[in-house]
């Protein structure tokens, strides 16, 4: 009975932090009231984001499950009465995922937690092989003696983890002077390690495809997240020889046996298809034309795609349901807006904002227009920090639309005023370059970089449903507010920035990189 009765108070206290929040409320706008009935009360996030990315999943660039993905969007603008279309802004290589099995054979069975990187070749059927380490060398004339030795095998060349617990575990757990002792002996063993690869004489770029031309059987690697069972999943650079990601666990074991002599062999079956090397890539494009001033843009901006280790559900499937949830809510209580209103689902932002800098590139004229862009891309936390991007004039705006919302959705946002202009990093950065006004809403941690940033554990289960629904009412609020503004935002730039620690000069505002348009002119392919 004592459970139930705490379950009940659960429940209520549940439900009535949305009408709490509500009774805080004293904006009389009818607009923001109904934003607030319509997205508190009728919410679709869950409904969007499920056949997203549990049916359909990742979203890597190039792959038929990122087409997938666009034509379900398209289709759903299409039933809420928005137009929305595929644009397309280049080529990539095409690649599609198949099934990653690797076994170790001996000197016992094991089935191990492992899978491709992303464009890595496949096995065509199972292969074994023995397993050996990335060996001590002097310098690029015995790595060079050494690997006709590495034919036929699969080739170690990530650094062995000598524990796969997190630092806060040890922290918690352990007596200080040992914890002190451990990260100073894996600093010693990592630096070691580096000193083994840099005696290769090869850059990282060229160190995969130097091992291929060898004839290895496959190249095996760990990049792990620092957190419990969590990989970073990138890409291969090989077009014959299979690169595979170990668990931590799964790397160190096969490390220690090679070390300690007991030659481990691997069995791999892993399937993967290049389906071109030119596959069209596009942006999905979705807007509203605005009745008073259609030639004065809104943006909304998430990128689509992700890495494919896992479903992309918080990088940056968050961020794109709670654009479309925005755009779903405006369409029923402001489908009239006088300022034309557009959102760019991009294409290639892992490989370099590729999608959005095309865009940019290729629209001058809603860059020239733009009177506000709102980017959301790191995580499925609620909202927590909004950075001016360096324009000096728009931190008054900010402050009055977020001071007409709730409090339940816009309490302890905060301003960096003015704040330095994006780089890089995330979409927004493609238009901050110009000049324009485009600003990133930065969300809570939610332990994202380890946990969910680019890893193998970025799965539906991950999201924080209440945050991202206060995410969504208050990108729809500022949408709203944004269109009643008389004038377009000011692009007023700060003069000064800091030192750039880096090179020991003044900073200045970033330039404009040219978009990458194909993976033959991408550094990172």
């Known amino acids: 009975m004592k459970r139930t009765a705490l379950a009940a108070l659960a429940a209520g206290a549940l439900l009535a932090g949305p009408a709490a929040a509500q009774q805080e409320w004293t904006s009389n706008d009818p607009v923001l ?6 997205g508190t009360h009728n919410s679709q996030l869950e409904r969007l984001a499920q056949p997203l990315l549990d049916s359909i999943g990742p979203r890597l660039t190039g792959s038929p499950q990122m087409d997938a993905a666009q034509r ?16 397309r802004y280049g080529t990539w290589r095409g690649w599609q995922r198949g099934h990653t099995h690797v076994d170790l054979m001996t000197p016992r069975l094991r089935s191990l937690e492992g899978m491709m990187l992303a464009w890595s070749p496949g096995t065509n059927g199972p292969v074994s092989a023995e397993a050996v380490l990335l060996p001590q060398m002097s310098d690029s004339a015995a790595f060079k003696a050494w690997l006709p030795s590495a034919r036929g095998k699969f080739v170690m060349i990530s650094f062995p983890q000598p524990t796969c617990r997190p630092d806060e575990n040890w922290q918690r757990w352990a007596v200080a002077a040992d914890f002190e002792r451990m990260r100073a002996e894996r600093t010693a063993a990592q630096n070691a390690w580096n000193q083994r690869v840099s005696a290769t004489g090869l850059a990282a770029r060229d160190f995969q495809l130097r091992l291929e031309a060898a004839g290895v059987a496959g190249i095996v690697t760990n990049l792990w997240s620092q957190g ?15 690169v595979i990601s170990l668990s931590c666990e799964d790397y160190g074991l096969v490390a220690r046996l090679a070390m300690n002599g007991d030659a ?8 993967s298809q290049f389906t071109g090397e030119a596959v069209p890539v596009s942006n999905v494009i979705a807007q509203v034309r605005g009745r008073r001033k259609p030639n004065e843009y809104i943006m909304l901006s998430a990128h689509f795609d992700s890495w494919d280790g896992s479903s992309g559900a918080t990088d940056n499937g968050t961020g794109t349901v709670v654009m479309m949830e925005a755009m779903r809510i405006l369409s029923k209580v402001y489908p009239r807006p006088n300022r034309s209103i557009v959102v760019g689902h991009w294409s290639g932002e892992e490989q370099g904002l590729n999608g959005s800098r095309a865009f940019a590139a290729d629209h001058p004229e809603i860059v020239s227009g733009l009177h506000v862009l709102f980017n959301q891309d790191n995580g499925t936390g609620r909202i927590r920090n909004i950075s001016m991007q360096g324009l000096t004039a728009t931190g008054p705006y900010f402050r009055r639309w977020l001071g007409a919302m709730p409090p339940f959705v816009s309490d302890s946002v905060q301003i960096d005023d003015p704040g330095m202009p994006s780089g890089g990093g995330s979409d927004n950065a493609a238009f901050v370059c110009y000049g324009a006004p485009a600003f990133g809403l930065g969300s809570l941690s939610w332990d994202y970089g380890t946990y969910t940033w680019h890893t193998n554990r970025d799965t539906y289960d991950k999201i924080s449903w209440d945050d991202v629904r206060r995410n969504a009412l208050m990108v729809a609020m500022l949408i709203y507010q944004a269109d009643q ?4 935002l000011p692009r007023d730039r700060r003069t000064e920035f800091p030192v750039n620690q880096q090179t020991g000069q003044p900073g200045s505002w970033p330039a404009c990189a040219a978009p990458v348009r194909s993976a033959a002119e991408s550094p990172r392919m």
């Open 33 to 38: 009231r109904a934003i607030w009935q319509e």
């Open 72 to 87: 379900w969007a398209i289709g759903q603008y299409a039933q809420w009465g928005i137009t929305a279309r595929s644009e």
């Open 264 to 271: 481990p062999t691997l069995r791999l079956d892993a399937q």
């Open 485 to 488: 503004e008389a004038n377009i």
């Open 228 to 242: 419990w069972g969590v990989e970073k999943i990138f890409n291969a650079r090989t077009r014959q020889a299979p």
